[in-house]
C-alpha cells in the first residue's frame, strides 16, 4: 500500500503567495490575485497569503475570512470566533445580533476606503499550534486535523519551521484520484 506523507501533498513556501507584515491590506489583495493567477498546477485558487515578519519567518496568514471579517470592525468586540459552532443558531438570533451591534450599516464603498490602508498584522490570523503539521506526518494524521478543527488548510512544518502549506482542496483533489480507480 503506498503511504503519502504530508510533504508529498504540501504547497513548498516558496510556491505560495507570502507577505510581510507590515505591508497593506491592499498589497496583501493585490498578491492574492497574482497568486491565483500563476499557481498553475491546480485549478484550485489560493485562499489565503502567509505572513512572514522581518527574520523572514511565517508569522500568520491572512484568508479571505479575515479580509471580509476586518470590514466590519465590531466583529472584535465577540473575540476570536474560528472556534465557535453556529450550528443550531436560529435565523432570528442571527439578525438580532446584526440589529444589536449595528453591523454592516455602512456602505460597502466607504468600509472599503476605510480598510485598504490597514496593515497586514493588523488582520493577520496567527495560526495555533493544532493548525501545523510536521511534513513527515501522514496524509491520516493530516486528514484527521482537517476534520477535527475543520480547517481549510495546515502550515507544514520541519524542525519546527514553516516550510509549506498543505490545502484540504489538495488533499480532496487526491483522494478523489483514489477512489475515481474503483469505479464500478
Given at each position: 500500500?503506498?503511504?503519502?506523507?504530508?510533504?508529498?501533498?504540501?504547497?513548498?513556501?516558496?510556491?505560495?503567495?507570502?507577505?510581510?507584515?507590515?505591508?497593506?491590506?491592499?498589497?496583501?489583495?493585490?498578491?492574492?490575485?497574482?497568486?491565483?493567477?500563476?499557481?498553475?498546477?491546480?485549478?484550485?485558487?489560493h485562499r489565503a497569503?502567509?505572513?512572514?515578519?522581518?527574520?523572514?519567518?511565517?508569522?500568520?496568514?491572512?484568508?479571505?475570512?479575515?479580509?471580509?471579517?476586518?470590514?466590519?470592525?465590531?466583529?472584535?468586540?465577540?473575540?476570536?470566533?474560528?472556534?465557535?459552532?453556529?450550528?443550531?443558531?436560529?435565523?432570528?438570533?442571527?439578525?438580532?445580533?446584526?440589529?444589536?451591534?449595528?453591523?454592516?450599516?455602512?456602505?460597502?464603498?466607504v468600509i472599503?476606503?476605510?480598510?485598504?490602508?490597514?496593515?497586514?498584522?493588523?488582520?493577520?490570523?496567527?495560526?495555533?499550534?493544532?493548525?501545523?503539521?510536521?511534513?513527515?506526518?501522514?496524509?491520516?494524521?493530516?486528514?484527521?486535523?482537517?476534520?477535527?478543527?475543520?480547517?481549510?488548510?495546515?502550515?507544514?512544518?520541519?524542525?519546527?519551521?514553516?516550510?509549506?502549506?498543505?490545502?484540504?482542496?489538495?488533499?480532496?483533489?487526491?483522494?478523489?484520484?483514489?477512489?475515481?480507480?474503483?469505479?464500478?
Amino acid at each position: 500500500m503506498q503511504k503519502f506523507l504530508v510533504r508529498d501533498v504540501m504547497v513548498p513556501l516558496e510556491r505560495y503567495a507570502t507577505i510581510h507584515e507590515d505591508r497593506l491590506l491592499i498589497d496583501a489583495i493585490d498578491a492574492l490575485e497574482k497568486a491565483q493567477k500563476s499557481f498553475e498546477e491546480s485549478p484550485y485558487v489560493h485562499r489565503a497569503i502567509l505572513v512572514y515578519d522581518d527574520n523572514k519567518k511565517i508569522v500568520g496568514k491572512v484568508t479571505q475570512w479575515d479580509v471580509i471579517k476586518c470590514l466590519e470592525p465590531k466583529y472584535e468586540t465577540f473575540g476570536d470566533m474560528r472556534s465557535t459552532s453556529l450550528s443550531g443558531v436560529s435565523p432570528m438570533l442571527i439578525k438580532s445580533m446584526m440589529e444589536k451591534y449595528s453591523l454592516w450599516q455602512v456602505d460597502l464603498d466607504v468600509i472599503c476606503s476605510r480598510v485598504a490602508g490597514k496593515k497586514i498584522k493588523d488582520v493577520m490570523y496567527k495560526p495555533a499550534e493544532g493548525e501545523k503539521i510536521e511534513a513527515d506526518a501522514t496524509l491520516g494524521e493530516a486528514l484527521h486535523n482537517f476534520i477535527i478543527g475543520h480547517h481549510q488548510s495546515l502550515l507544514v512544518t520541519k524542525d519546527s519551521e514553516i516550510i509549506g502549506i498543505l490545502r484540504l482542496v489538495d488533499v480532496f483533489k487526491l483522494i478523489c484520484e483514489k477512489v475515481k480507480k474503483y469505479r464500478i
